[in-house]
């Protein structure tokens, strides 16, 4: 008998030990992917104050854990503010997040507004609230980002959210349009940030069970099983299954874009187009029976090793 327990108190370390070895490495990948694109886009800047948006998921939990640790790193000076808008929904746990941010140390803020109230006033039973519920979100967050002086607002949306967003627009909209790294707030005064835009959803939801962050579910949106943005999802998760590679190829491709080899009149200047007689390495392919076979490379090679190392 004691040999056999003898026996097992060695594997059950051996197996803690690997487990802590892809936790840590884990953790890793998420920094440097963070950080990559906070160079590749040139997120963060010495000075400013970034308000990070915390709803209480998955990635902004992740995204603020990330951007804590990086902060430490990094040769340049730059504040973090988490702030979570209380939308009233029911059995919203409020006081979850001021004890968990109270644990973590990071200053706070609570926003409370009944947008809960607005959109189920206006919105009928069984369609979907998600366009109202973030155009009001938006609208009070760029008033707080005012009120707490923050120049930057970060957002938690994944790689996975922006490709997402890409075939949504593609698909229902009839737009090549997607979700940027970066980009200038509705109303002009804010940059607008998603720092996690290269890091895979299964790793934020792996991060946060090894974190043990605790969720709190949207009960709004949540409960909405038949959304468009779900079915994306579902053909995404088909297509790595059966084509592995595919949606990573799909990914870089949004920042390879040949504005001349598609059809939008104003992203390219097809009616004033002559010929100059000088060869162009990216010209027509029109007549090649299959589209280029190489694999796409990586969505971006530059990364800040001072943040992430």
């Known amino acids: 008998m004691s040999e056999v327990i003898e026996q097992a108190v060695p594997a059950a370390d051996k197996q803690a030990e690997k487990q802590a070895y892809e936790n840590n490495k884990l953790h890793k990948r998420l920094c440097r992917l963070v950080g990559q694109a906070i160079g590749d886009f040139n997120m963060i800047e010495d000075g400013d104050k970034i308000m990070v948006c915390l709803s209480g998921g998955k990635d902004s939990y992740a995204l603020l854990d990330i951007l804590m640790t990086l902060r430490e790193r990094a040769p340049i000076k730059f504040e973090l503010v988490a702030v979570n808008l209380d939308q009233k929904q029911p059995n919203f746990p409020a006081d979850v997040l001021p004890a968990y941010l109270d ?59 922006i490709l997402e967003t890409f075939f949504l627009n593609m698909f229902f909209g009839a737009k090549i349009k997607g979700m940027p ?60 299954k ?50 280029c076979s190489t694999p796409a490379a990586s969505s971006s090679t530059i990364s800040l090793q001072r943040i992430d190392s």
Request: with cysteine.
């Open 242 to 291: 059966k084509h592995p590679g595919r949606v990573e190829n799909i990914f870089s491709s949004l920042s390879t874009v040949v504005p001349s080899h598609l059809m939008d009149r104003n992203a390219f200047g097809f009616v004033d187009l002559k010929t100059d007689g000088v060869a162009n390495p990216d010209g027509d392919i029109a007549f090649d029976e299959e589209p």
């Open 103 to 161: 644990k973590l140390g990071v200053p706070y803020h609570i926003e409370n507004q009944d947008t809960y109230s607005i959109v189920k006033r206006l919105i009928p039973e069984g369609k979907t609230t998600c366009s109202l519920c973030s155009r009001l979100r938006r609208g009070i967050l760029y008033r707080v980002a005012d009120e707490l002086g923050c120049n930057k607002i970060a957002l938690g949306h994944h790689r996975d959210d």
């Open 181 to 240: 790294a970066k980009l200038v707030s509705d109303d002009g005064k804010h940059m607008v940030i998603r720092p996690l835009a290269y890091v895979k959803e299964a790793d934020t939801e792996r991060y946060a069970e090894v974190k043990g962050f605790p969720i709190i579910p949207c009960d709004l949106c949540g409960s909405q099983e038949n959304l468009q943005r779900k079915q994306i999802k579902a053909m995404l998760r088909d297509w790595e």
